[in-house]
């Protein structure tokens, strides 16, 4: 069946330290694949795009790099703080068509500590 | 960019009964479709709702049970219909295209109890 993983529900790190999520999938060749950030009670809030063509993408302290191969996203956050504390999700358009209907993975929890 | 809002932000219901969600953009959008995430789980696709048709709905959901209007390029209704705690989750709006470019904005979401 086709599924969307995100490495583990939650993950604890320190303050100042680089965080890593992995986002991997199958029976999938999506053209491309975002990153969102939630926070309790919201909506999901974009973060970034890697097309399937990319390898790396970056965005102030975000880096996401996109591995076709392997079916694998990894997101990084460099010197992380206490505000990056959130709910990460990976999204793909698994109909491979752009149309833009996005599925989800169930996302990891990040706490980052003071 | 795309701002979203969606009324109401919560509500609690009685099982039976009918709640009408509003998700309202403040540009013209191409595409607009409806989410939801039951306690704890991620977003689920219910629906893509179509301008001027009939909205294209995910396996699981159901028209009778979800009617979904969308009468122009920045508004549409999510109905969920003959409640029962089962349904109990956020419902959440999101566009794309047009005004809102690439990018998919997200509404703050509906927060629906049902008792």
């Known amino acids: 069946s086709q599924k969307i993983e995100q490495n583990s529900e939650a993950l604890n790190i320190q303050e100042g330290k680089t965080a890593t999520l992995t986002c991997n999938y199958t029976?999938?060749?999506?053209?491309?694949l975002q990153w969102y950030r939630q926070d309790p009670g919201r909506g999901p809030v974009f973060l970034l795009l890697i097309r399937e063509n990319e390898k790396e993408k970056r965005k102030e302290r975000l880096k996401v790099t996109f591995d076709t191969t392997l079916k694998q996203s990894l997101f990084h956050i460099t010197a992380s703080q206490p505000a990056d504390s959130a709910t990460y999700l990976c999204?793909?358009?698994?109909?491979?068509?752009?149309?833009?209907?996005?599925?989800f993975g169930k996302g990891t929890k990040l706490s980052v500590i003071p | 960019s795309a701002v979203i809002s969606q009324k109401p932000s919560r509500d609690i219901c009685q099982r039976g009964t009918s709640l009408t969600i509003q998700c309202q953009v403040d540009?013209?959008?191409?595409?607009m479709f409806w989410y939801r995430q039951q306690p704890g789980q991620s977003l689920t696709l219910i629906a893509t709702?179509?301008?001027?048709?009939?909205?294209?709905?995910e396996s699981g959901f159901v028209i009778d049970k979800f009617p979904i209007s969308r009468p122009n390029l920045t508004f549409s209704t999510l109905t969920v219909s003959n409640m029962s705690p089962e349904d109990s989750s956020i419902y959440l709006c999101?566009?794309?295209?047009?005004?809102?470019?690439?990018?998919?904005?997200f509404g703050p979401g509906t927060r629906l109890t049902v008792l």
């Open positions: 029976n999938y060749s999506p053209a491309y």
């Open positions: 540009s013209q959008v191409t595409m």
């Open positions: 999204a793909l358009d698994i109909t491979g068509a752009g149309s833009y209907q996005l599925t």
């Open positions: 999101s566009v794309t295209g047009q005004g809102a470019g690439d990018t998919q904005y």
């Open positions: 709702a179509n301008q001027g048709s009939e909205a294209t709905y």
